[in-house]
């Protein structure tokens, strides 16, 4: 039980161009879902919080414009990375729980890469 | 600020042998501290979670202990196997978000 998924595992875009992931609760339904953003040899660095039908509150430095969650249903949200640039390119992770303070469940992450 | 610091960025190990990890953190008093696995370019598996007024936790080969005077937490992989090499993340629950140190990364040797 558990288990969260992501689409696409990976991706390759050009500069200026937006990309949209999504993020997927399939056995559960989670009142909440956060997305990170890691770097190499880095920790996860969390981005922002989304709860299903209410505006997703950002971490501080975290362009809300940029960034554009949706958390249209309790086990769907989507990241869009609009007008990406080479230092988006990261590892985006998604994670589901079903209180915002109960264990949190990842997704296995998408790779993205901008030429 | 909060800060979470493990104790080494890499351990190798070898097989059979107990690897012990260190999560210390500042400024903060978490309610629950949680330990996750990763593997390279996957997301963090869930391990344990042990909360404030706990001491000691076990699963299996994994054992994790909570001091919140020193604040910090050890965890233990006993009788380690190739297998368990990966990086191991500690993650506090600072004002109902997690904030995950850099990691571990653990290899043990056959």
């Known amino acids: 039980g558990a288990v969260v998924s992501q689409h696409p595992s990976w991706v390759i875009c050009k500069s200026g161009t937006s990309v949209k992931i999504e993020c997927r609760s399939l056995d559960f339904q989670a009142t909440t879902m956060f997305w990170y953003r890691q770097f190499p040899k880095q920790s996860l660095m969390l981005m922002a919080t989304?709860?299903?039908?209410?505006?997703?509150?950002?971490e501080q430095g975290v362009e809300k414009d940029k960034f554009l969650i949706n958390h249209a249903s309790l086990t769907l949200s989507t990241l869009t990375v609009t007008s990406a640039h080479p230092e988006d390119s990261s590892f985006y992770i998604c994670?589901?729980?079903?209180?915002?303070?109960?264990?949190?469940?990842f997704g296995p992450g998408t790779r993205l890469t901008v030429l | 600020s909060q800060k979470i610091e493990q104790n080494s960025e890499a351990l190798n190990i070898q097989e059979g042998k107990t690897a012990t990890l260190t999560c210390n953190y500042t400024?903060?008093?978490?309610?629950?501290l949680q330990w996750y696995r990763q593997d390279p370019g996957r997301g963090p598996v869930f391990l344990l979670l042990?909360?404030?007024?706990?001491k000691e936790k076990r699963k299996e080969r994994l054992k994790v202990t909570f001091d919140t005077t020193l604040k910090q937490s050890l965890f233990h992989i006993t009788a380690s196997q190739p297998a368990d090499s990966a990086t191991y993340l500690c993650?506090?629950?600072?004002?109902?978000?997690?904030?995950f140190g850099a990691g571990t990364t653990v290899t043990v040797r056959a």
């Open positions: 042990i909360r404030e007024n706990e």
């Open positions: 993650a506090l629950d600072i004002v109902y978000k997690l904030s």
């Open positions: 989304s709860n299903e039908g209410s505006k997703a509150t950002y």
């Open positions: 400024n903060y008093s978490p309610a629950y």
């Open positions: 994670s589901a729980s079903l209180v915002s303070t109960d264990t949190q469940y």
